[in-house]
């Protein structure tokens, strides 16, 4: 069965940056792409990042231009690099991986780790 394990996440204020990194370990089912997804207090998950096997990236609206997605798939390691962070980017992030870039085709999401950004 595969793991995902996030790492990463704390306290920073405003404007700075984080980088999250997951590592995947396991048995490995047939997927085509790694995201990073949040959930914050009261609200619906929302997928923010992914990469395919190909390298192609994508992002949600909310984060483009300052969160960046890579890989290194020697380490089995998925990294999202989070920069000009801001209060409402406060969220618990999850590591997934999915059989598409759609959110709806991602699961076995990992336990998250927590980012706070103050104001």
């Known amino acids: 069965q595969v793991q995902l394990v996030e790492s990463g996440g704390g306290l920073v204020q405003a404007g700075g940056s984080l980088r999250l990194s997951c590592v995947r370990s396991?048995?490995?089912?047939?997927?085509?792409?790694m995201g990073w997804s949040r959930q914050a207090p009261g609200k619906q998950r929302e997928l923010v990042a992914t990469?395919?096997?190909?390298?192609?990236?994508n992002y949600a609206d909310s984060v483009k231009g300052r969160f960046t997605i890579s890989r290194d798939t020697a380490k089995n390691t998925v990294y999202l690099q989070m920069n000009s962070l801001k209060p409402e980017d406060t969220a618990v992030y999850y590591c997934g991986l999915g059989a598409t870039t759609r959110e709806r085709d991602f699961g076995s999401w990992g336990q998250g780790t927590q980012v706070t950004v103050s104001s």
């Open positions: 396991g048995s490995i089912f047939s997927f085509n792409a």
């Open positions: 990469i395919t096997h190909g390298g192609i990236t």
